[in-house]
């Protein structure tokens, strides 16, 4: 048996990119654990128009007619630190923050787990499972690329949510598939969401 996923989607400008990661996967027939901090709970509503309630989350609110099996979503409340992911005792197999803001990735940086989404990336690298981090900040300052090269050393993965353009993308959509893509192949998920470099009919004609 597969061992959850856990997905974070803070406030970071990109939670686009979150929301197509978690249909995939729930798509996929991945069992995941969500959860969703205040900042990422605004930038849904400012950049989606979608409006989630943290106290009484509903899939339905995020990604609607999305079917799911019984126990395939668990969500967790952000400043819920008894949730079964603020401990390594909970196996999962990996955990990815998408977008992932900069007091984040402060926090995850500095193990202060301010709430439940820093106390979770903590429990994956200190149990050596995958921890991927989806920045989307631009510039990045001084502060920012030490935060990262911690934990990178600590690590973590650093996914910076920079779509390529060579793949022959017609819409916005084409550009956030490819970064959910890449974030996939980490996690050795299977997925066709983009052509890959060298297959048959790659790209826009030269």
């Excluded at 989404?117 to 920045?135: C, F, G, N």
């Excluded at 956030?176 to 299977?190: C, H, N, P, S, T």
Aim: hydrophobic share 40%; charged share 20%; with cysteine.
């Amino acid at each position: 048996m597969k061992h959850p996923i856990v997905v974070a989607i803070t406030g970071a400008s990109g939670v686009l990119y979150g929301r197509r990661l978690l249909q995939v996967l729930l798509d996929g027939g991945e069992t995941v654990h969500l959860t969703i901090s205040e900042s990422g709970q605004q930038v849904l509503a400012h950049e989606t128009g979608t409006r989630v309630d943290l106290d009484h989350f509903e899939l339905d609110q995020l990604l609607p007619q999305q079917a799911v099996e019984p126990g395939q979503l668990v969500y967790h409340h952000v400043r819920d630190f008894m949730a079964p992911i603020a401990s390594g005792s909970h196996r999962t197999r990996a955990m990815v923050v998408c977008p992932c803001s900069g007091s984040t990735l402060s926090g995850i940086a500095t193990a202060s787990s301010g709430n439940l989404i820093q106390r979770a990336a903590d429990v994956h690298l200190k149990e050596s499972r995958p921890l991927i981090l989806v920045p989307r900040e631009t510039p990045l300052s001084l502060i920012q690329l030490q935060n990262m090269e911690t934990v990178c050393r600590a690590g973590a993965t650093i996914l910076p949510a920079s779509p390529g353009f060579y793949h022959g993308y017609q819409q916005v959509s084409d550009l956030v598939d490819f970064v959910v893509a890449r974030i996939l192949d980490i996690l050795q998920v299977e997925h066709e969401l983009t052509r890959r470099w060298g297959d048959e009919g790659r790209g826009q004609d030269q």
